[in-house]
């Protein structure tokens, strides 16, 4: 599988440079979900701007991150380019349960966005 991963303070960026996220990519990429969970990124943002075509495995892979950054902070779904990639979402009611983002700048502004919020949140509290 190949990917990128740029980690910064305050969120992640794995980019998938694959074609295709089918069942032959979609359990490697749990795998580093996970290992990118358990050591403590707390907002991730998955690019899929490189991938053309994605099934049902792949949906899972995505589910997957999405419930496992419930806990930890954000994950957002960016790079939803290709019109298949994008149809596939829309049919499965994806974009209704997952945050999407047209790019990975506007999905750290988001992040930073979030994150001041939280701040004011607890300012508030105090």
Known sequence: MK???????????????????????????????????????????LDLSAV???????LSAILTANRLWKALGTFILTGVEHPSVKKLIEISRLDAVLTIVPTVSEAIDY????EIQKDLDMDEEL
Do not use: C, R, W
Not at 13 to 29: G, K, T
Not at 52 to 58: A, C, I, K, L, N
């Open 111 to 114: 992040i930073f966005m979030e």
């Open 3 to 45: 990917f990128s991963v740029d980690k910064q303070d305050k969120y992640t960026v794995f980019a998938l440079l694959e074609d295709n996220l089918n069942s032959l990519v979609a359990p490697d990429l749990k795998s580093e979900f996970v290992i990118l969970s358990n050591e403590g990124v707390t907002n991730l943002i």
């Open 52 to 58: 053309q075509f994605v099934d049902s495995s792949g």
